[in-house]
């Protein structure tokens, strides 16, 4: 199906150029009702990319440009999965093991501190612009960092909750930056990039699991101590520093769109010629200068109003169907999952094998949805996506309930493909394109809260009677609905 529709002919379409996605948004507010604001929404999101002359100077610059603030995307997949396939050791050289609250805190505290986060980035990208942001993230990061190196729950538990605030920071202003410096031709692609390195940041802690020790026969870890985890929870501050240096040496101008609302046109001038030809330049000036203020100027209450009801309400409902999958289950948990119950365990490093594969099927899949989308659509790859995620859902619970344990575990993976494919990126890319800086936050929040709800119930539905056959029941009828 995907391999046709890639080859499909693709048909002619209006030419747009980065600054569009303010007119599009403006276009999206001047519906009659916020219904019809939806509809048009999911009309637009129906429709092929377009293919056009070139108008930007180089799209290798654009991909460097998308790759720097993603990287911040990366910490975002990467503090996801951390604690998946380390917390076991850590757990057993701190005497933690069999305290389900510490791991459901520990686990569960990030996405608090990210809704959080996601609710200050609208403020803070419209104050200190989208690169400024990025500077203030890292350095939060690496703050956060810090508190988690030192064997102590309390510690550990507060640089969960700062580095969750960066996490919620970077999950809506990357795709934010994102859209607005990528030219209309290549936009679809570029913003695959923010949910490409959130699944290579998630792939990275399943191979740096394998570092981690794993119990023998007996139960009993190693007797000496492996400090390993110590790299492993510390190695964000590497990413940090690298995107920093980035930002200061080598990317110092904010987006053409930021500029010319804050600062006027002109200003905006220079960011402009870096990224698109001579000939393109005046208009897509002028596109920036019919783009309005993009929402930035508008405050929280004012997303609600009749003007920009609609496209928030696509935003939160993306937002909403996409955790509802139950994908972090499998995101923070995974290892667990695939270890399988009492009467069909695997070893750690069996499950850790499992998480690897999981996670090297979410990375891949990115690729084929950055191939698809100008061309496919948004729509229909959700609509196909959705499908199959619900479908695999079901196998797996019903091969968990018939006991092969082995095909449940194969269900994981092609669940988890399916997603990667459908509905973990293309949210987020359609967040970028249809919501301001802060319409984007109020969505990026709703995802967090419910990110919530399925973090910190798991643990405990896994040690009730439902199970976490139980659980994923739940998520297939969800997701069908």
């Known amino acids: 199906f995907f391999f046709l529709m890639i080859r499909r002919p693709p048909r002619s379409t209006q030419s747009r150029s980065s600054a569009a996605s303010d007119v599009y948004k403006r276009q999206v507010s001047t519906q009659s009702t916020w219904g019809h604001q939806i509809f048009f929404v999911f009309k637009m999101a129906s429709k092929e990319g377009s293919f056009e002359i070139q108008s930007h100077r180089s799209t290798a610059a654009i991909y460097l440009m998308a790759f720097c603030a993603a990287l911040g995307s990366f910490c975002f997949g990467y503090f996801i999965g951390v604690l998946n396939t380390s917390w076991t050791y850590i757990a057993y050289i701190n005497n933690w093991v069999g305290k389900t609250s510490y791991e459901s805190l520990a686990s569960g505290l990030l996405p608090v501190g990210a809704a959080i986060g996601a609710l200050l980035s609208g403020k803070l990208t419209d104050e200190y612009g989208r690169r400024g942001t990025f500077l203030i993230t890292d350095i939060l990061t690496i703050a956060g960092v810090i508190p988690t190196l030192v064997p102590n729950i309390t510690w550990l538990l507060v640089g969960r909750v700062i580095t969750g605030l960066t996490v919620g920071i970077n999950s809506a202003a990357v795709p934010l930056y994102i859209s607005e410096i990528a030219p209309g031709a290549i936009r679809g692609t570029v913003a695959t990039f923010h949910q490409m390195l959130i699944c290579f940041g998630l792939l990275t802690t399943a191979i740096f699991g394998f570092g981690i020790p794993k119990p023998g026969p007996d139960g009993r870890f190693p007797a000496e101590e492996n400090h390993f985890w110590r790299v492993m929870l510390g190695f964000p501050i590497v990413i940090c520093l690298i995107r920093s240096f980035f ?63 609609g496209p928030l309400m696509v935003g939160i409902l993306l937002m909403i169907f996409q955790q509802i999958s139950g994908i972090n289950a499998v995101m923070f948990f995974s290892n667990k999952i695939f270890k399988g119950s009492a009467d069909q365990p695997v070893s750690e490093t069996t499950a850790t094998l499992y998480t690897t594969m999981t996670m090297l099927l979410n990375f891949g899949a990115c690729f084929i949805t950055s191939a698809i989308i100008d061309k496919a659509g948004r729509k229909i790859i959700l609509l196909v996506g959705g499908v199959f995620v619900t479908f695999f859902l079901a196998l797996l619970a019903l091969f968990n309930h018939r006991g092969e344990a082995d095909l449940a575990r194969y269900c994981v993976l092609a669940y988890v493909l399916a997603f990667a494919i459908s509905w973990g990126p293309v949210p987020w890319v359609m967040v970028g394109e249809v919501l301001s800086g802060k319409g984007g936050s109020i969505a990026t929040l709703v995802n967090w809260l419910f990110c919530i709800m399925v973090v910190q119930s798991l643990p405990y539905v896994e040690e009730s009677e439902i199970g976490i056959n139980g659980a994923f029941i739940f998520y297939m009828i969800l997701s069908l609905i």
């Open 247 to 309: 930002l200061l040496i080598r990317y110092k101008h904010e987006t053409p769109s930021f500029l010319a609302r804050k600062r006027g046109i002109e200003v905006a001038r220079m960011a402009v010629s870096e990224l698109y030809r001579d000939e393109f330049i005046n208009d897509e000036l002028g596109m920036l200068a019919s783009g309005g203020d993009g929402g930035d100027n508008a405050s929280f209450l004012d997303q609600f109003n009749d003007r920009n009801r």
